[in-house]
């Protein structure tokens, strides 16, 4: 009886000494499919991706810390690759990108604040947040990932 206790302690302490950002970025680590990707300006839709005006896929890689992302698009007769990648933070909901590398080169270095929702095989990533980590509703960016299996 006594070692049964003992061993129920020693599983419940490993149990709630797991840091729960770790269990967040195991939730986060694998590979995800862009599904949609909309922008909001001044309370209008300036750009959405993945219908019927752009046709094309993306990849997002998360893996202990660091990502990467490769796509193409066409837009009307025009093909667009995109790609690049970088470090993360993620506490929470609370999600930092620094981008290291990038097919645009001024954005080499920059840091984006983002919300990262996961829901099951979903993920949501929305951009830019405050300081104190609030979306403004009427100029944003929201990306919508499926869990590749």
């Known amino acids: 009886m006594k070692a049964k206790l003992i061993i129920s302690l020693m599983i419940s302490v490993i149990v709630w000494s797991c ?30 991706y993945i219908g019927k005006d752009v046709i094309g896929s993306q990849l997002k890689i998360w893996s202990q810390g660091h990502f990467a992302f490769s796509g193409r698009f066409k837009v009307g007769a025009k093909e667009v690759d995109n790609y690049g990648g ?16 990038h097919i645009n080169k001024k954005w080499l270095g920059t840091q984006y604040k983002m919300l990262v929702e996961i829901k099951g095989d979903t993920l949501y990533q929305t951009w830019p947040v405050t300081d104190m980590w609030k979306v403004d509703k009427s100029n944003y960016t929201i990306e919508k990932y499926a869990r590749l299996k």
């Not at 729960?20 to 909309?38: F, M």
């Open 19 to 48: 840091n729960p950002n770790e269990k967040q970025h195991r939730k986060i680590d694998g590979a995800w499919s862009l599904v949609y990707y909309q922008s909001i300006s001044k309370d209008t839709v300036i750009g959405r």
């Open 86 to 101: 970088g470090t993360y933070t993620l506490e929470g909901s609370q999600y930092i990108e620094t981008i290291l590398y």
